[in-house]
C-alpha cells in the first residue's frame, strides 16, 4: 500500500463542520488540526470534552473521553509517521482479516495504553515487547473484548460504592 493509503488510514478525509470549522478546509499533516479531525470522528464525547468530564457512560462502558482522544492522536500520529512501521503492517493485516478502520484504531491503541501504563509505570519504552503485542492482535483483543463486562459498565465512584457496600456487610 501507498503512503497516501497509509495517511489515509490515519486520517481520512472528511467533509462537515465542526465547531462552525469547515472540516474540508484542515491539514490532517498538522497535529492540532488532526486532533479536531479526530474529535469530530467522536460526537459522543464533544460535550464531555468541552466540560472537562473525566468519564462518561457510552455503549455499555465507562470511557474517558480525552483518554480515548489521546490514544487515537497517538495512534495517528505512529501511522502518519510511519513509526514504528509495523503499527501500519498491523492495521493493514486487521483490516484484511475483516475488522473496520475504527476497531483497528482501537486495537493499535490498546497497545499503545499498554506502553504508556508500562511507562509511568518507570518501565522503559520496549520496541520488542510492542512489536510483539501488535503481532498478538487480534486474538488478545478478542481474549479481553468480554472479559469483566459489569467492571467496564461502571465507572471508578460506582466500583467504590460496590466495595464500600460489600466491606459494611
Known amino acids: 500500500m501507498t503512503d497516501a493509503q497509509r ?7 472528511v467533509q462537515g463542520e ?19 479531525l479526530i474529535e469530530a470522528e467522536h460526537p459522543e ?12 457512560h457510552t455503549g455499555g462502558r ?16 505512529q501511522l502518519w509517521a510511519d513509526e514504528p512501521p509495523e503499527v501500519w503492517q498491523t492495521a ?7 475488522y473496520d478502520r ?14 504508556v501504563w508500562r ?13 510483539s503485542e501488535l503481532d498478538a492482535l487480534p486474538e488478545s483483543w478478542e481474549s479481553r473484548r468480554d472479559e469483566v463486562p459489569l467492571e467496564r459498565s461502571r465507572n471508578r465512584a460506582e ?6 457496600r460489600r466491606h459494611n456487610r
Do not use: K, Y
Open 119 to 131: 511507562s509511568l509505570a518507570g518501565d522503559a519504552h520496549d520496541i520488542e515487547r510492542m512489536r
Open 92 to 98: 493493514q493485516r486487521l483490516t484484511a482479516a475483516g
Open 18 to 36: 465542526w465547531d462552525e470549522i469547515d472540516l474540508g478546509l484542515l491539514d490532517p499533516a498538522d497535529e492540532d488540526e488532526r486532533r479536531t
Open 62 to 77: 465507562v470511557v474517558s473521553p480525552n483518554l480515548h482522544i489521546a490514544m487515537h492522536e497517538i495512534v495517528a500520529n
Open 102 to 115: 475504527h476497531e483497528v484504531l482501537h486495537m493499535l491503541g490498546s497497545v499503545v495504553a499498554g506502553e
Open 159 to 164: 466500583r467504590r460504592a460496590e466495595e464500600r
Open 7 to 13: 495517511l489515509a488510514f490515519a486520517c481520512p478525509p
Open 45 to 56: 464525547f464533544r460535550g464531555a470534552i468541552e466540560d472537562d468530564v473525566p468519564e462518561i
